[in-house]
């Protein structure tokens, strides 16, 4: 069980499944079953998942002054988080609208509201740093003092970059200098060999994962001086992708704090992220470790013979 602190964004969203993407024009249109709303965003995901996996976690994000914490914690579902770290700081919690289609096309639209202009209370990390084996931050502005104090705690971090552009990258400099794995959601206009590899070189990043949807990942192990393209595990039918790239990131930090090579546990997280994906919404199917587990020794040894060898 690894010791997790996770600061980043946590959004209401609201997920529509639509007949093809463009949407067109209709004043008005029925849907049955088609339409869900619930927390997520970054940090409530990535929480989620981990939570799910078996690791201590300590949920560290910002949201509207009138939000209700009943929505982080739906009484139908095993699995809670401490909300003791939320903060109602903002206006109103952000929020984003995404349309998807049978062919995994999708369009997003995201209101961040006043989470540029919201700081955190330092304090509460303070008092809880030197306990956390691991932090994560997504790129918000007011996870930059808690990057910085993981830094002067020596702690190892791990960084969600949201939205990457080449006229982004002075905004997220400090995050790529100081993080040892970072996670990029997709990279536009560049090859993603380059891209991760040159990532890595600038900014001395051990361990970069470029996400490139339906045709899978990018791992460049920059300690093996490695770039690798992984194509997805598919172990059922695809409902609605939204979410997979937290939950693949999250997967692959619980199985690297464990010490795993950065293969294996890509090899996990992969197939963690296959079941996720067979849910509508971001923060619904996840498995836990044990389920993992189950899955990967019937999937990659189904006759056992991990397990005679073992036991020989």
């Known amino acids: 069980m690894g010791k997790f602190i996770i600061a980043g964004i946590t959004q209401l969203e609201t997920i529509v499944k639509v007949d093809k993407i463009p949407i067109d024009y209709k004043s008005f249109t029925a849907l049955n079953g088609a339409i869900h709303t619930a927390a997520g965003g970054d940090a409530y ?3 989620l998942a981990m939570k799910w996996l078996g690791d201590d976690i300590t949920f560290m994000t910002v949201v509207g002054r009138d939000q209700s914490m009943g929505i982080f914690n739906p009484p139908d579902r095993e699995v ?7 903060l109602p700081l903002m206006s109103e919690t952000p ?10 096309k999708e369009q997003a639209f995201e ?19 030197d306990s956390a084996e691991m932090v994560f931050v997504s790129n918000a502005n007011f996870c930059r003092p808690i990057m910085q104090l993981a830094g002067e705690h020596n702690k190892k971090l791990a960084v969600k970059i949201h939205s990457f552009c080449r006229e982004k990258e002075k905004y997220n400099a400090d995050f790529l200098s100081a993080a040892n794995i970072v996670f990029f959601s997709d990279v536009t206009g560049e ?14 990043i051990d361990l970069i994962i470029i996400g490139q949807g339906a045709e899978g990942l990018v791992l460049h192990d920059n300690l093996r001086n490695m770039t690798v ?20 990131f999250a997967c692959f930090l619980h199985y690297c704090m464990r010490g795993m090579d950065a293969t294996d546990a890509i090899h996990k997280a992969l197939l963690f992220t296959s079941n996720k994906i067979g ?8 498995m836990t470790e044990s389920q993992l587990e189950q899955w990967d020794n019937l999937i990659w040894d189904p ?4 397990n005679i060898a073992e036991q020989t």
């Not at 090859?191 to 001395?204: I, L, R, T, V």
């Not at 393209?229 to 039918?237: L, Q, V």
């Not at 006759?303 to 991990?306: A, D, L, Q, Y």
């Open 111 to 129: 209101d961040l509201k006043d989470i540029r202009d919201v700081g955190y209370e330092m304090s509460l990390v303070d008092s809880i740093i």
């Open 45 to 47: 995901n990535i929480s």
């Open 229 to 248: 393209h992984y194509d997805p595990i598919r172990t059922g039918k695809v409902v609605n992708t939204a979410g997979a790239g937290n939950a693949l």
């Open 95 to 104: 929020m984003e609208v995404m349309f998807f289609d049978e062919q995994r």
């Open 303 to 306: 006759r056992g013979t991990k």
């Open 191 to 204: 090859d993603p060999f380059e891209f991760a590899q040159g990532m890595a070189k600038k900014y001395d």
């Open 279 to 286: 849910y509508m919404g971001t923060s619904n199917g996840f």
């Open 80 to 86: 809670t988080l401490d909300t003791r770290f939320v």
